[in-house]
């Protein structure tokens, strides 16, 4: 998927996509590390990438690392890379983590208290397919041993959801079109 592509469809599949059309572009801003960022507290912060404010100087690092045209140069096409970058934005970035908490909270409202209902329709959302069995099998497992990394945690269950529904987002089933 294009770099907008794979924001929007975080935002879609977590159920916080702002389908709102038209009106003024969403501000980006430096964080503290640097980073560029659409801040969650901004109006608009869940709008489709298009509205993203877009500078030569100031482009969203979540949109960078995937291969978002330069504005300093034209862009005929782009060159899709695959680099290590990537891979560590999504699983170190607060916007993929916030998009995997409200999926992860969707899956658990939705799905009942059931994990293999709770993995199928994660699967569904994410990848538009039920698991198959080895990552039916693969999931329960996560999902049975994750608690203990969380073990003085009140909230536990909650981020062992998160970080399997990251998972999910992070995965080449996600990014990758077939």
């Not at 995997?100 to 538009?128: C, M, P, S």
């Amino acid at each position: 998927l294009d770099a907008e592509a794979i924001r929007d469809a975080m935002l879609a599949t977590s159920g916080e996509l702002d389908l709102t059309s038209g009106g003024p572009y969403v501000p980006t801003t430096r964080d503290d590390e640097g980073a560029v960022v659409v801040t969650e507290s901004t109006p608009g912060s869940h709008r489709r990438s298009l509205y993203l404010q877009q500078r030569r100087t100031q482009v969203a690092n979540m949109l960078q690392v995937f291969d978002a045209p330069s504005m300093v140069f034209g862009c005929p096409f782009r060159m899709p890379t695959t680099v290590p970058l990537q891979s560590l934005n999504l699983l170190n970035s607060s916007f993929v983590r916030l998009r995997a908490k409200a999926l992860a909270n969707r899956v658990i409202a939705a799905a009942g208290n059931e994990t293999d209902d709770r993995i199928r329709y994660a699967f569904l959302l994410v990848a538009n397919r039920p698991p198959n069995e080895a990552e039916l099998i693969a999931a329960r497992n996560f999902i049975a041993q994750q608690p203990k990394q969380y073990a003085d945690a009140k909230n536990a269950v909650e981020q062992c959801w998160t970080d399997f529904c990251q998972t999910l987002l992070a995965s080449n089933t996600f990014i990758y079109i077939e």
